[in-house]
């Protein structure tokens, strides 16, 4: 079992910066590939953000491409989320998410994903 707690998030102007972090427990992620999704009501959870368990491999969604950064740190058990130039549409409950896997590779759908965080909120005002 891994446990996922995810925090950083909150209220910010349109182009300003927020810090997601997602702590692990249980379980060293060094085995795990990690994600970020997020999700409005209403709408389907959508990929974001996903790294490779070594952390040499990332990729990002269209929508945020340029602008948000993931990484992780397996000594620390934590992933993170950089955000830049955040914008309105931006607003959403961000989730981490974590799949073991034996592979280097990145998933970037939901249901591969076995273990979620809590979720934390986003606002962005113009």
């Known amino acids: 079992q891994v446990q996922l707690v995810d925090s950083g998030g909150g209220l910010v102007q349109a182009g300003g910066s927020l810090r997601l972090s997602c702590a692990a427990s249980?379980?060293?992620?060094?085995?795990?590939?990690m994600g970020w999704f997020r999700q409005t009501p209403g709408k389907e959870r959508e990929f974001v953000a996903g790294?490779?368990?070594?952390?040499?491999?990332?990729q990002n969604s269209d929508s945020v491409k340029g602008r948000f950064t993931i990484s992780r740190d397996n000594a620390k058990n934590t992933v993170y989320l950089q955000m830049n130039s955040l914008k309105p549409e931006d607003t959403a409950v961000y989730y981490c998410?974590?799949?073991?896997?034996?592979?280097?590779?990145?998933?970037?759908?939901?249901?591969?994903?076995?273990?979620w965080g809590q979720g934390t909120q986003v606002t962005v005002s113009s």
């Open positions: 249980g379980r060293t992620l060094s085995s795990y590939a």
């Open positions: 998410a974590s799949v073991w896997t034996a592979l280097n590779t990145i998933f970037t759908t939901a249901r591969r994903y076995d273990y």
């Open positions: 790294i490779s368990k070594r952390g040499d491999r990332t």
